[in-house]
């Protein structure tokens, strides 16, 4: 059965941090490209950041320079650093396993910015 956990979540001021992290089981995790997504209250489901199986990455232009996404392939886990944080990058964040037809989401965590 495969399981991908999101942990990490919570409120934070503007300009705060946080980290997420994503567990992930039933998978080989390390030929999977992986990616965080949000989605906001109202608003469709967005990508946040990918990492490729090859540890390449992708942001989206809203978070550039502020987010930044990891793998570690040996606790089959990724994460997202997240700096500068403001009030428009409150939303449900989900982690995504991709392998070619093969996707699996977590259930998401909460991240809420505001003062």
């Known amino acids: 059965q495969v399981q991908l956990v999101e942990s990490g979540g919570g409120l934070v001021q503007p300009g705060g941090s946080l980290r997420l992290s994503c567990a992930g089981s039933?998978?080989?995790?390390?030929?999977?490209?992986m990616g965080w997504y949000r989605q906001a209250p109202g608003k469709q489901r967005e990508l946040a950041a990918t990492?490729?199986?090859?540890?390449?990455?992708n942001y989206a232009d809203s978070v550039k320079g502020r987010f930044t996404i990891s793998r570690d392939n040996a606790k089959n886990t990724v994460a997202l650093q997240m700096n500068s944080l403001k009030p428009e990058d409150t939303a449900v964040y989900y982690c995504?396993?991709?392998?070619?037809?093969?996707?699996?989401w977590g259930q998401g965590t909460q991240v809420t910015v505001s003062s």
């Open positions: 995504k396993a991709a392998f070619g037809r093969y996707n699996y």
């Open positions: 039933g998978i080989i995790f390390s030929v999977y490209d």
């Open positions: 990492i490729s199986r090859g540890g390449s990455t």
